[in-house]
């Protein structure tokens, strides 16, 4: 029997044994879909897996399983919804931990737009609410689209599901309304009602939800609105998108007015002008957390100025005016069983625990990260104390909570509970993959080796190949439909995808093999051509996405963007890294004028492409699909795309603050003249740029003609 034997042939042990692995794959798929947010498969295998599931239920009804995925209402997204583009993306939070944070961050604020020292900065503090967020797009102030965050740029419209919130207004109550107005706010599931449910989900026989916040994610996306109906589900409105006009220009005072068109907003939130009066604040609300009715998870302080907050613009994801206070994690005491190896698509080794679960924070949890080598070992193989370690053994007690509410980790270690003759942990020094010798490289300045241990087995180990493929197919890099994590691990085993490039000539080589695709375990004539019209979607990439897949160390989604945005073409990003071998040369000076690129990002970037190794990789990748140029943001500016350089004492802003107006206007930001340069914006005492610029005949001109200039924008 195999998962494409048609269902009228199947006996009854194998049915039995088949809706065995479709309630396991289902419901693995479901948790990746609706907790992780990070789907394995294609819409069609998913809806596939089902029907066959049906089919097999129908035929051997007494077969029906208790846990079957056809008894499971929340998990009945049977296909997707469809994608709406954000006109203003939605972007995350930066967190604050301490209250020293909190200083910090306004510390930040108010050097950034220089403000003196004396003078009142008012923030407004409010819970953060731990739900998922959620845009609704009002014209002439009719409800006509909901969609969720999804990847900050695109979400999925779930409309007619949002209509059904009792909290949300399918009309603005005002009588002039705004031509546009995008509210947003957070989704959320009552803990009364959510106890509720789950009591309900008890009685019936049904397996309880994990939480709140996945419950409330899971409601808002199901197929079937009558469902989301069913849901208690509710709606604090928070913030905005895209907007014609402004009805008033504080945060405090546009809150005020969603309140007034019939959103709920939050009662507390309120205002301050100092840390000491956010975190007073803060201390208020968590104190309150207990008797509210709704997870919080922190306080957002945001600037509450508009003017000042479109000044302070964003960095990379988050926006500079604000920050979420987190409230401290909760922690859980189990067994740790064990400490496993993983081995990096760069060839780190990481160790993971492997935990005895336990619920922490109302999410199981079984594995949690060990860092490196020194977080676990404690002890020198010299006797000697290593720096943070924590002398971990299989079979100790420690204490486990969520980082940032999220990655499970061991805190400390109760070393009265350890059990008697336990061994203290050998970190492996060879790699655990391909045998290739594992090594802490010593970094040449400090003399200090390197906190991680890396597999020097490169293009041989396995580990690194296959980690460095789910990489390429992820969600912010190539994003093939039908090709995750699981399929890079089968087709690299079958053979049939080594490298990134393989997986554009897979369907030419398939026509001429012996074994086909579709005739493989787990595949059919539709899911074998729904995988290769995914990967034909994909041939044609953005240059961002393209640089982020290449899964080059230091070199993320953020970094990513900004080398997209600084060179414009594949070409010349890598025409550059050709001439940017020396620290001294124009070509490595420039691309760290590229705002945000570090020194040790650059160096490992001009590495990378100066590795054969790696040319070919990209190079044959090169060859069969197209790299689409960078787009530019913003582009009706006069200033957009081009090469500004700031130079001398500016009056009326920050260099800071320069930088990322002109940023936002679409302009690169160099930090050095050269001949591309376009202008050079020279303030008091300009010095060898403006000198250097005139030798170019470059523009140059005031800080105010600068103003002028860029005022319309
Ligand atoms: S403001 C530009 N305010 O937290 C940022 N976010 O970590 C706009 N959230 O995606 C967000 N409560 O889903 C804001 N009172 C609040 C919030 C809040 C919850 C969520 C929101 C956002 C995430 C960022």
Known sequence: MSANTPVAELSESDAKAELARLAEEIAAHDARYHGEDAPAISDADYDALRVRNRELEERFPNLVRPDSPSKKVGASASSRFPKIRHAVPMLSLDNAFSDEDVEDFIARIRRFLRWPEGDPLAFTAEPKIDGLSLALRYEKGKLVHAVTRGDGTVGEDVTANARTLSDIPVKLQTKTPPDVFEVRGEVYLGKADFAALNAQMEAEGKQAYVNPRNTAAGSLRQLDSTVTASRPLRFFAYAWGEVSALPTDTQMGVVKQLSDWGFTTNEMMGRSEDAAGLIARYRAIEESRPGLDYDIDGVVYKVDSLALQKRLGFVSRSPRWAIAHKFPAEM??????????????????????????????????????????????????????????????????????????????????????????????????????????????????????????????????????????????????????????????????????????????????????????????????????????????????????????????????????????????????????????????????????ADGIGKTAARVLVTFFSEPHNREVTDALLSKVTVEEAEQVAGDSPVTGKIVVFTGTLEQMTREEAKAMAERLGCKVSGSVSARTDILVAGEKAGSKLKKAAELGVTTMSEAEWLELVSGS
């Open 332 to 593: 859980a005491t189990t067994i740790l069983r064990d400490i496993e190896i993983q081995v990096g698509r760069t060839g780190a080794l990481s160790p993971v625990a492997r935990l005895e679960p336990v619920t922490v924070g109302g999410v199981v949890v079984s594995n949690a990260t060990l860092h490196n080598e020194d977080y676990i070992v404690g002890i020198g193989s010299d006797g000697t104390p290593i720096r943070d370690g924590k002398d971990l053994r299989a079979g100790d007690t420690v204490r486990v909570y969520r980082a940032g509410d999220v990655i499970p980790k061991v805190i400390d270690v109760d070393l009265g509970k350890r059990p008697k003759g336990s061994k203290p942990y050998d970190f492996p020094t060879v790699c655990p993959a391909c045998g290739s010798d594992a090594v802490r490289e010593i970094d040449l300045k400090t003399g200090r080796a390197d906190s991680v241990r890396r597999c020097t087995g490169g293009l041989v180990c396995p580990a690194q190949a296959v980690e460095r493929l789910k990489h390429f197919v992820s969600r912010n890099a190539f994003d093939i439909d039908g090709f995750g994590e699981k399929q890079a691990e089968a087709f690299y085993e079958w053979g049939l995808v080594k490298t990134p490039a393989d997986l554009f000539t897979l369907e030419e080589r398939d026509r001429g093999s012996l074994t086909r695709l579709k005739n493989r375990d787990g595949y059919g004539e539709t899911s074998a051509a729904n995988l290769f019209a995914g990967i034909e979607a994909r041939r044609q990439i953005s240059l961002s996405r393209f640089i982020f897949a290449l899964g080059i160390r230091h070199i993320g989604e953020g970094n990513a963007k900004l080398l997209a945005r600084h060179y414009g073409a594949i070409d010349a990003l890598i025409a550059a890294m050709d001439v940017a071998g020396e620290e001294e040369s124009e070509a490595f000076k420039d691309l760290i004028a």
